[in-house]
């Protein structure tokens, strides 16, 4: 009975033993991960001197476990103790080696020279916006004139330019009412169209009511139906400039 309590007391401090190496090298590959997030190059020298001690830990188990088999021992352990053993030994290898891969990644990243070339590699690009020349400015642009006959479809528009840009294009809106001040209809339109700064242009764009034989209230109206008069109102929506 001696002889089996000394055995398993060899046996109990062996797994401690082996148990211990194992927590070392779980703790000594800990210590490097912290080491991944900092950029300083003394620091990726450290996780390196962690690495040989991780080497040089895993080398000990391995010792250790070949030691355990010899028969010059006093003492043997099971199969499935042992397999157990080797796997835990595995992991460790393949946690080793993952410190070993991050640590490579990080040596990459924070070497200057290699982020000095990639960041000059890199271009400012500016952001192409499709609307960045279009203005919203209520006055920017007012109706100066406006005709229309009954005989004609199409009506005479003027507009000023009353900002400092060359504007090319106009988004607007033409509002339509009666001589009592009642709203008849209203037309929006987008109208290419070339206004110098502080200037006034003029083209056409279609009247109210031809069919009706409705005309502007300054202009020409029908002799048949002189009460089909109107007024106008101009509403700027946006406008592009060069």
């Known amino acids: 009975m001696n002889m089996n309590e000394d055995l398993n007391e060899q046996r109990s401090k062996k797994r401690l033993f082996y148990l211990i190496l194992i927590i070392i090298a779980v703790l000594v590959g800990a210590w490097g991960i912290p080491k991944l997030t900092h950029k300083d190059k003394s620091e990726t020298k450290q996780v390196k001197k962690n690495q040989q001690v991780e080497e040089l830990v895993t080398e000990n188990i391995e010792e250790e476990t070949s030691s355990t088999s010899s028969p010059e021992n006093d003492f043997s ?10 796997r835990e030994i595995r992991q460790l ?4 080696e993952q410190l070993k891969a991050q640590n490579a990644d990080f040596e990459s990243k924070s070497n200057p020279s290699e982020t000095t070339q990639e960041s000059s590699s890199v271009q400012p690009t500016t952001p192409k916006t499709e609307n960045a020349n279009i203005l919203q400015d209520p006055n ?13 479809p199409e009506a005479m528009v003027s507009l000023k330019n009353n900002t400092d840009y060359t504007i090319t294009q106009v988004f607007g809106r033409m509002i339509y009412y009666d001589m009592n001040d009642n709203m008849l209809d209203y037309q929006d339109f987008v ?4 206004i110098a700064p502080n200037m006034v242009k003029s083209f056409s764009l279609i009247g109210y009511g031809h069919s009706e034989y409705y005309a502007y209230y300054k202009s020409d109206v029908s002799f048949s139906y002189p ?11 946006s406008f592009r400039i060069k």
């Open 93 to 96: 290898r393949q946690e080793v």
């Open 227 to 237: 009460d089909r008069k109107y007024k106008v109102k101009f509403e700027l929506k």
């Open 77 to 86: 352990i099971t199969k499935n103790e042992w397999i157990s053993l080797q």
């Open 191 to 194: 109208k290419s169209v070339t």
């Open 140 to 152: 920017a642009l007012t109706l100066s004139n406006y005709s229309h006959d009954f005989a004609h």
